[in-house]
């Protein structure tokens, strides 16, 4: 029977056939192990020269690292390995013998790597990063789905600027500039108007030329938008959303976890609802924590994001921020208005802001000053302040980053990988 890796606890004690790549092999002068890969999943096959005779020995012997082919065996269950299963090899069939691959288990060092991300996703440890990255987007559709909203795809090429015209991808439309969309939230909020609650999840382009283990060129957005929500009602959405996903890798993927030896206990706290501080009285822990650089109508950087999520096991809300430091379709607080209805999501274990998000001006003559005051060019927004000219209402989104959700998720270091193809500050390649 012809099989894949992930499927052969349906064949306990049958003979399979599986085609696969050889990972890795170890062997004496009477047992192989080889460690086999279909892209399913990783299993060990063994094969005892006892029992196999010393032809098909000698060929397994002689396997080298990544060549392809079929191996057929029994499938029998092994309590020690993490999988739960063996297969008792009896039978070799060579498709191509890879030789001298680059990637060896010894260790690499990281730019290598990079330059050999195409193989380099051959790994355990990325196949299982890949994996939770899938389950993730998976949870994502389902919560969305299950919640009433309506998945709308909003352009890539744009010729309006969302987060400020400093940090854009320039390309040529014809004879018109364009720019790489940094976020779909405006198109997104027209969605909402015509369908009331959406989302978008795509790819979005900021030219920024950060090299932080937080920041790619190129990541990619979930985008939610919803009519008649404000402010806190948005923050609800964001915490259950947040949970549903954690909650999700946790059932589905508990394989991969333990591959990247994650610490489970912390994620298993990840529950709504979360907690949620003002800027203000984060700015007052920073100095009684002795961050005393920091003055009011600062934004916070890296460390004073970390000083503040350390403080909590769960994911936190920063809310509140000044206004001067917010886009300009933000909505300022109408008791306050030098700082605005926003909140950022920061996430434990020093992982940064996986969420940005507020509730947006719906009043047009304060949102057509806002742009002026921006110095953005209004001709480019008209479409967008035209959605308050008809029936306008309350409405609020966020966006999730879904490259540091993975990292934090996975507990892996670098957003670089938590993408196939991470796009970063020089590299283009592979
Ligand atoms: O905070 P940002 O810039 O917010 C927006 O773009 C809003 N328009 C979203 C909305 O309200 N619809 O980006 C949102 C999230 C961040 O919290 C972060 O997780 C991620 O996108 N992000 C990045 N991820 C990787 N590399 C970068 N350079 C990122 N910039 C933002
Ligand atoms: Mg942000």
Same mark, same amino acid.
């Given at each position: 029977m012809k099989t894949t890796i992930s499927q052969v606890d349906k064949y306990v004690d049958q003979e399979v056939t599986i085609g696969c790549w050889i990972a890795n092999k170890r062997s004496s002068g009477k047992i192989a192990f080889l460690q086999l890969r279909d892209g399913t999943g990783f299993l060990q096959g063994v094969v005892v020269k006892a029992e196999v005779g010393e032809e098909l020995f000698q060929k397994a012997k002689s396997l080298t690292q990544e060549t392809s082919l079929y191996v057929t065996g029994k499938v029998t269950v092994d309590e020690r390995s993490p999988f739960g299963y063996e297969l008792q090899v009896t039978g070799l069939e060579i498709i191509h013998e890879a030789t001298d691959y680059p990637i060896t288990p010894k260790a690499h060092g990281t730019e290598f790597l990079m330059d050999h991300r195409h193989l380099w996703l051959r790994s355990k440890r990325q196949h299982a990063v890949m994996k939770i990255r899938n389950e993730i987007i998976r949870a994502t559709y389902e919560f969305f789905n299950e919640n009433g909203f309506t998945k709308v795809d909003p352009p890539i090429l744009t010729g309006?600027?969302?987060?400020?015209?400093?940090?854009?991808?320039?390309?040529?439309y014809f004879d018109e500039d364009a720019f790489l969309s940094q976020s779909g939230q405006l198109?997104?909020?027209?969605?909402? @108007?015509?369908?009331?609650?959406?989302f978008s999840f795509g790819p979005t382009f900021r030219? =920024?030329?950060?090299?932080?283990?937080?920041?790619?060129?190129?990541f990619w957005m979930i985008e939610?938008? @919803?009519?008649? $929500?404000?402010?806190?009602?948005n923050l609800e959405?964001?915490?259950?959303? $947040?949970?549903?996903? !954690?909650?999700?890798v946790l059932k589905n993927c508990q394989l991969e976890l333990k591959t990247l030896d994650r610490d489970i206990s912390k994620l298993e706290k990840i529950q709504a609802p979360f907690p949620r501080i003002t800027y203000d009285d984060a700015l007052a822990f920073l100095h009684e924590q002795g961050f005393d650089d920091i003055e009011w109508g600062d934004d916070?950087?890296?460390?004073?994001?970390?000083?503040?999520?350390?403080?909590?096991?769960?994911?936190?809300?920063?809310?509140?921020y000044p206004t001067s430091l917010k886009p300009f379709y933000m909505q300022p607080d109408p008791e306050r208005p030098e700082v605005v209805l926003c909140a950022d999501l920061i996430a434990p274990e020093g992982y940064g802001e996986?969420?940005?998000?507020? =509730?947006?001006?719906?009043? @047009?003559? @304060?949102?057509?000053?806002?742009?002026?005051k921006h110095g953005l060019d209004a001709a480019a927004y008209k479409w967008y302040t035209e959605l308050r000219q008809y029936g306008s209402v309350p409405h609020s989104g966020f966006g999730l980053g879904l490259?540091?959700? !993975?990292?934090?998720?996975?507990?892996?270091?670098?957003?670089? =990988?938590?993408i196939p193809f991470p796009r970063l500050l020089n590299r283009l390649y592979p």
């Open positions: 309006s600027a969302p987060e400020g015209t400093t940090e854009l991808f320039a390309t040529k198109y997104m909020e027209a969605a909402a @108007m015509a369908l009331g609650k959406v030219a =920024e030329k950060s090299k932080t283990r937080r920041h790619l060129i190129e939610p938008e @919803m009519a008649f $929500v404000e402010f806190n009602e959405v964001q915490e259950q959303y $947040v949970s549903y996903i !954690v909650q999700s916070f950087g890296s460390p004073h994001e970390t000083a503040i999520a350390e403080h909590y096991e769960k994911p936190v809300f920063i809310t509140h996986i969420i940005g998000g507020s =509730e947006r001006i719906h009043d @047009m003559e @304060m949102l057509e000053k806002n742009i002026e490259e540091r959700t !993975v990292a934090w998720i996975s507990g892996v270091e670098h957003v670089r =990988e938590t």
